[in-house]
T-cell receptor, first 117, second 113 residues
């Protein structure tokens, strides 16, 4: 079974600082990769996703992520964070050809981002 | 207004009682999922259903049960056998394309005392 690691549990930044949140997964086959965000009091929502093609994907609100297959990584980045980016961020992986888990997502433990004004 | 609804938002129960959490979707999605979210542990899959009248156990199914009698509905019962039922429960659904993206409801926070 695949697993997802998010090593940063809580990140605190000042506004305008750059952000990079780490995500590593364990599955060696074809993967689809996702970043979800959970703003305080709101639904979990999709930030961006990678299925194939350009390994650098852009999402909403200025976020981007880079898929590095050799490192089994899908790190989330934003050049300049805002106070409104304060939220919990989850990395997730889908292994569409893995036995018994074609449509499942495996989530990381999440990273709480706090942006100080 | 399409989406996933979960009710109630907050639920309180006494230990030893079964409780059923509601999840309804009007997105016409075939697949539906139940997750449990605990601080520092991310989302863990409890049960999922790919089609009506069929469902499979996820990673932490013990102490839970589900049914899928209608495409729109996927209720979760937290039974008295679940040792640590207090948690935030999220329902999700995914469509019929190859996108594998899941859409989430607002969640139900269950507290058992």
């Amino acid at each position: 079974a695949q697993s997802v690691s998010q090593h940063n549990h809580h990140v605190i930044l000042s506004e305008a600082a750059s952000l990079e949140l780490g995500c590593n997964y364990s599955y060696g086959g074809t993967v689809n990769l996702f970043w979800y965000v959970q703003y305080p009091g709101q639904h979990l929502q999709l930030l961006l996703k990678y299925f194939s093609g350009d390994p650098l994907v852009k999402g909403i609100k200025g976020f981007e992520a880079e898929f590095i297959k050799s490192k089994f990584s899908f790190n989330l980045r934003k050049p300049s964070v805002q106070w409104s980016d304060t939220a919990e961020y989850f990395c997730a992986v889908n292994a569409p050809f893995a036995s018994g888990s074609a449509r499942q997502l495996t989530f990381g433990s999440g990273t709480q981002l706090t942006v100080l004004p | 207004d399409g989406g996933i609804t979960q009710s109630p938002k907050y639920l309180f129960r006494k230990e030893g009682q079964n409780v059923t959490l509601s999840c309804e979707q009007n997105l016409n999605h075939d697949a539906m999922y139940w997750y449990r979210q605990d601080p520092g542990q991310g989302l863990r899959l409890i049960y999922y259903s790919q089609i009506v009248n069929d469902f499979q156990k996820g990673d932490i199914a013990e102490g839970y049960s589900v049914s899928r009698e209608k495409k729109e509905s996927f209720p979760l019962t937290v039974t008295s056998a679940q040792k640590n039922p207090t948690a935030f429960y999220l329902c999700a659904s995914s469509g019929n394309t190859n996108s594998y993206e899941q859409y989430f409801g607002p969640g139900t926070r269950l507290t058992v005392t």
